[in-house]
């Protein structure tokens, strides 16, 4: 059955970066956390639509022609297509994502050392 | 093009309760605010899970065999097919809720005086 799940709780269960942790399944979607530090890579999900939003510290959003800033209780939606960079502005950045159970962190170009297949369910 | 949504800006740009705001698309789902107060209806969505996540006081989600308690930075994820009772322990609760896009706050039984057909975008 459901129970209520605790954002700090689950962030005290691991400590690694970019590597998104599941939390919640919602429909098609899967609600997951992830601790971001420094830059990702750019990237793109062709048919998916992505969530961040912000729990800790200050996440910085670059597309190709801006730059979107994300504080603790704002959330920014990268919709299909769209090609994005995750930088963080704070030295590690806390962040709730929602997007479907499809989804793989790096996009649909080729794999790289930073993809996570099989995501973890804490 | 997207835009950084800052959850405190939405919410003071309207007061009245049970009546969600659209703030976001995400796929299929929708991201919306609402503000609670007081106990709502017992209700039940056929086909749709329902996530609601707690910004400010506390929520109680009644089920017909138990209650769960939400505190700001917890959420909770009402599967399809359970019937739920949201009941406010603090005065007034803000809540972040993810739902598809179909969803109707009063479930699928007949509609009541607070079934809101007509979502507002914020």
């Not at 597309?63 to 930088?87: A, M, S």
């Not at 704070?90 to 170009?109: F, R, S």
């Amino acid at each position: 059955m459901t129970h209520t799940v605790d954002l700090s709780e689950k962030f005290s269960r691991f400590s690694e970066t970019w590597t998104p942790k599941i939390v919640g399944a919602v429909n098609d979607m899967h609600v997951k956390l992830a601790r971001l530090a420094g830059e990702f890579e750019w990237h793109s999900h062709t048919e998916e639509d992505e969530l961040f939003f912000v729990v800790e510290g200050v996440l910085l959003m670059q597309f190709r022609d801006r730059t979107e800033r994300i504080e603790p209780g704002q959330f920014l939606i990268v919709p299909r297509g769209v090609e994005h960079l995750p930088v963080t502005e704070t030295d590690e950045v806390k962040v709730m994502l929602l997007e479907p159970a499809t989804t793989l962190n790096t996009g649909e170009g080729e794999a790289s050392e930073r993809t996570v297949k099989d995501l973890e369910w804490l």
